[in-house]
């Protein structure tokens, strides 16, 4: 795993189900860190890559959070849900066919690259006087969030399964953008309908979740006898 002990950088691979807060808790306790946090959120819905900064490199979380980010998502075409991804509650099952010609899905998906305003999901954890927008939300409060500028720098169809209406989409995108406001906008020009059924942040910068630990692993080593997750230089 690649940690850099000396810089406090640390990178996890986070699991599914599991919140970004609760990633880091884990990681501190394991690890006997004074402080640390996370440098980019992850959805309890969304796995791969975090990195988590401990101790002096919390001084460098502007940094991180302006890094490119890639992801991969499984975007399931002719379902929506009201939080845009699988946990929602379904708002609309397209009853129409579904064209599955890979060209025109492909050059949809191209038409998502370049700088453009997006709406984040109301449910996110973009914050409105103080509170998450997710939880005024759940409380029953009608929220409006202000577009935000974002670049889509990549964005390329790795393959589909029409059984299950999937396309498999990779996105390389600047800070603060929605992957589930990006399938949203391809449901749209597909007429269909869109959300994001799974989604994995696969790299941050120059990091990649192949270097990262996965907390199970590291739960084991913990489990043994071991120190938990080890640094290293480099």
């Given at each position: 795993?690649?940690v850099?002990?000396?810089?406090?950088?640390?990178l996890v691979?986070k699991?599914l189900?599991?919140s970004?807060q609760k990633?880091?808790?884990?990681?501190?306790r394991?690890?006997g860190?004074?402080?640390?946090?996370?440098a980019g959120t992850?959805?309890?819905?969304?796995?791969?890559?975090l990195i988590?900064?401990?101790d002096?490199a919390?001084?460098?979380f502007?940094?991180?959070q302006?890094?490119k980010?890639?992801?991969?998502?499984?975007i399931?075409?002719?379902r929506e849900?009201?939080?845009g991804?699988?946990g929602?509650r379904v708002i609309?099952?397209?009853g129409?066919?579904?064209?599955?010609e890979?060209r025109e899905?492909?050059?949809?998906?191209?038409?998502?690259v370049g700088e453009?305003w997006q709406?984040?999901?109301?449910?996110?954890?973009?914050?409105?006087?103080?509170?998450t927008?997710?939880k005024r939300t759940?409380?029953g409060?009608k929220?409006?969030?202000?577009p935000?500028?974002?670049?889509?720098?990549e964005a390329?169809?790795?393959g589909t399964?029409?059984?299950?209406k999937?396309?498999?989409?990779r996105?390389?995108?600047s800070?603060?953008?929605?992957?589930?406001s990006?399938a949203t906008?391809?449901?749209?020009?597909?007429g269909?309908?869109?959300?994001v059924?799974?989604?994995?942040?696969t790299?941050?910068?120059?990091?990649?979740?192949e270097?990262?630990?996965k907390?199970?692993d590291?739960?084991r080593?913990?489990?043994?006898?071991?120190t938990?997750?080890?640094?290293r230089?480099?």
């Amino acid at each position: 795993m690649q940690v850099r002990a000396d810089e406090g950088i640390i990178l996890v691979d986070k699991p599914l189900g599991w919140s970004s807060q609760k990633t880091v808790t884990r990681i501190k306790r394991q690890l006997g860190l004074a402080k640390a946090g996370h440098a980019g959120t992850l959805d309890p819905l969304a796995t791969g890559l975090l990195i988590i900064l401990a101790d002096a490199a919390t001084k460098r979380f502007a940094e991180f959070q302006q890094l490119k980010k890639e992801y991969v998502a499984e975007i399931e075409l002719g379902r929506e849900t009201d939080t845009g991804d699988a946990g929602g509650r379904v708002i609309r099952i397209y009853g129409g066919k579904i064209g599955w010609e890979e060209r025109e899905i492909a050059d949809e998906v191209k038409k998502l690259v370049g700088e453009q305003w997006q709406v984040p999901p109301v449910y996110s954890a973009v914050k409105v006087a103080g509170m998450t927008a997710y939880k005024r939300t759940l409380r029953g409060e009608k929220v409006e969030l202000k577009p935000r500028k974002i670049t889509v720098y990549e964005a390329e169809v790795l393959g589909t399964d029409t059984e299950k209406k999937l396309v498999k989409v990779r996105f390389v995108v600047s800070s603060g953008t929605y992957i589930r406001s990006l399938a949203t906008e391809l449901g749209k020009r597909r007429g269909c309908g869109a959300m994001v059924a799974s989604l994995r942040r696969t790299q941050i910068g120059k990091w990649r979740v192949e270097e990262a630990e996965k907390i199970e692993d590291s739960d084991r080593r913990e489990s043994g006898g071991g120190t938990g997750i080890s640094g290293r230089d480099g």
